[in-house]
């Protein structure tokens, strides 16, 4: 059974940075070939894409958190991260992390994901 585990979420001022990590279980001898990506949805508006990182390791961003955002994995560790930086109050949101049976492919596209996290929680204050 495949799951993901989210950590780090919290609370912080603006201009602040947290880690987030996203650990995988159920996916020990495949990990690597999977391409991995955060979400986010804040209250009363849609989940949005956030980052991608394939099994190559290539990273995509979305616009508002280029140079903010860095997304990597370790794959030893089956562990995903976001290391955010320069914390918005517009970056309040629960974030998830999915998976993609999909090596080499990097998308913002929820539906294309096979697996996700449960969510765990950031909140920016001004």
């Known amino acids: 059974q495949v799951q993901l585990v989210e950590s780090g979420g919290g609370s912080v001022q603006a201009g602040g940075s947290l880690r987030l990590s996203c650990a995988a279980s159920?996916?020990?001898?495949?990990?690597?070939?999977?391409?991995l990506g955060w979400f986010r949805q804040a209250p009363g508006k849609e989940r949005e894409w956030v980052s991608c990182?394939?099994?190559?390791?290539?990273?995509e961003y979305r616009d508002s958190v280029q140079g903010r955002f860095v997304t990597s994995r370790d794959n030893a560790k089956l562990t995903l991260y976001l290391q955010m930086n320069s914390l918005q109050p517009e970056d309040t949101a629960m974030y998830y992390c999915?998976?993609?049976?999909?090596?080499?492919?990097?998308?913002?596209?929820?539906?294309?994901?096979?697996?996700w996290g449960q969510g765990t929680q950031v909140t920016v204050s001004s």
């Open positions: 159920g996916l020990t001898y495949s990990y690597n070939t999977y391409s």
């Open positions: 999915a998976a993609m049976n999909r090596p080499g492919v990097c998308s913002a596209g929820a539906a294309l994901y096979n697996y």
């Open positions: 990182i394939t099994s190559f390791g290539r990273t």
